[in-house]
């Protein structure tokens, strides 16, 4: 039998049915939206980005953009989705939400070999099946996930950065650079003073906070997508080494280095929506008016989307997966997405190149497909099925588990990456044949 089902039509998903369908499965795609919506998202499109828009580096002499570049040479859905709807952001790859979405959402629905089939999955479909159901899974699938996988869920939380209205920001107060002056001068920047930078602080230490409810009562925040206010509470200075770090920035008006900075990106290629960079929050939306109206530029901004906290779920992969991210216990069921422990929008996506490769591949009857850890899919493959089960965290995209060179790489860090980006790409370029049959 060549029918595979993928439940969930957020990233991982929509590039494991696209990966199946390609292999020459039958695939049947299962999305609850828009019969029923989770809080975070809103659009009825597939591989909707409610988190950040950037897709992160692009140099691949980061292990993201060395990521992308994989992806892109094996035929990945997402990444011709993100090439066809980018929008300048300097060195990293942003894209327009809604090209990106788009995009994406014609090419399932139009796929002869897919069928979508719309309403909320309760329970673990029979068959060979990928689940990708992300880390907003419904109440009732996660219980069944729960019960099938016979361990304890770990969770997160994870929260959204707001989006404002280009035409309302104070271009007065504000500049365009990009920092090191890496790419165009893409995003717009507002400088503080020290005076300012303090009462912002301390206006932020002390806004009100949204309620949590139920199971959001004890939250473990993740360090990769932080609240603001929740890393500004470690320290006055904490947000001037983060996400309002002003190196590399030079005040025109000045002619030097502001204080602190915020920075704000392009959301859509039409440059009429900004999003505040690094300040994903779980304020009020009174407070987040208030608060972030004390940034130089944002005085009488239009918030187009406040930001928001939401629950992140994954499971405790190690034990449970193998390198193809299949159930050990179970035959022919695959998991994908920030579900399994990686944690971000591309690392989601490799996991679900992984999972619907194997899963078309078990139903066709064909050899698995395991990347070795040489390459950033192998490498975070790998960790999700080999970490150690007592403190499994989910995990960027990063050099630090990719397989060390054999030999010594004399040139320090920078060509040490480029030989790991070379490395990968020839191993990637080898195999491409095969999976663009």
Do not use: W
């Not at 303090?198 to 925040?221: C, M, Q, S, T």
């Not at 929506?273 to 109206?293: C, K």
């Amino acid at each position: 039998m060549s029918r595979i089902t993928v439940v969930g039509a957020g990233l991982a998903g929509c590039e494991a049915a696209y990966q199946a369908a390609r292999l020459g499965a039958e695939v049947t795609l299962c999305e609850m939206k828009p019969v029923k919506y989770t809080p975070a998202h809103k659009s009825p499109l597939y591989a909707e980005l409610v988190c950040s828009n950037s897709l992160r580096a692009a140099a691949v002499t980061n292990a993201i953009g060395l990521l992308k570049e994989e992806l892109r040479r094996l035929g990945s859905l997402i990444m011709a989705a993100a090439d066809h709807s980018r929008v300048e952001a300097g060195g990293a790859l942003a894209v327009d939400r809604e090209k990106f979405s788009s995009f994406i959402t014609e090419k399932i629905k139009s796929d002869p070999k897919i069928t979508v089939v719309e309403g909320e999955v309760t329970g673990i479909p029979d068959g060979i099946t990928v689940i990708a159901t992300g880390p907003l899974t419904s109440d009732a699938l996660s219980e069944a996930i729960s019960e099938i996988t016979g361990r304890e869920y770990l969770h997160f939380f994870d929260a959204a950065a707001p989006i404002v209205s280009a035409e309302s920001i104070n271009r007065e107060k504000v500049f365009m650079a990009s920092r090191y002056g890496k790419g165009e001068a893409s995003y717009i920047n507002c400088p503080f003073d020290k005076e300012r930078y303090e009462a912002f602080y301390n206006a932020l230490i002390n806004a009100e906070r949204a309620k949590l409810h139920g199971f959001e009562k004890d939250p473990k925040v993740f360090e990769g997508c932080m609240p603001v206010e929740v890393m500004a509470s470690r320290g006055v200075d904490t947000l001037r080494y983060g996400p309002m770090k002003p190196v590399g920035l030079t005040d025109p008006k000045t002619g030097r280095e502001p204080y602190a900075a915020v920075q704000l990106r392009a959301e859509n290629e039409e440059g009429t929506m900004y999003n505040i960079v690094g300040f994903q929050t779980n304020l009020t939306f009174p407070e987040q008016r208030r608060v972030f109206g004390l940034i130089p530029g944002l005085e009488n901004a239009e918030f187009l989307r406040y930001g928001v906290m939401h629950r992140n779920t994954y499971i405790n992969s190690p034990g449970l997966l193998t390198e193809t991210y299949e159930m050990k216990t179970r035959a022919g069921l695959f998991f994908a997405g920030q579900m399994t422990g990686v944690e971000g929008y591309i690392e989601s996506t490799g996991s679900g190149f992984i999972a619907g490769q194997n899963a078309a591949r078990l139903a066709l009857g064909l050899s698995p497909l395991v990347l070795p850890d040489i390459t950033v899919l192998g490498s975070m493959a790998k960790y999700v099925s080999g970490a150690n089960t007592a403190d499994f965290q989910p995990m960027n995209a990063n050099f630090g588990i990719i397989a060390p060179p054999t030999d010594k790489v004399r040139g320090g860090k920078k060509k040490r990456f480029e030989y790991y980006a070379e490395r990968s790409l020839s191993y990637v370029s080898s195999v491409t044949g095969e999976n663009n049959d």
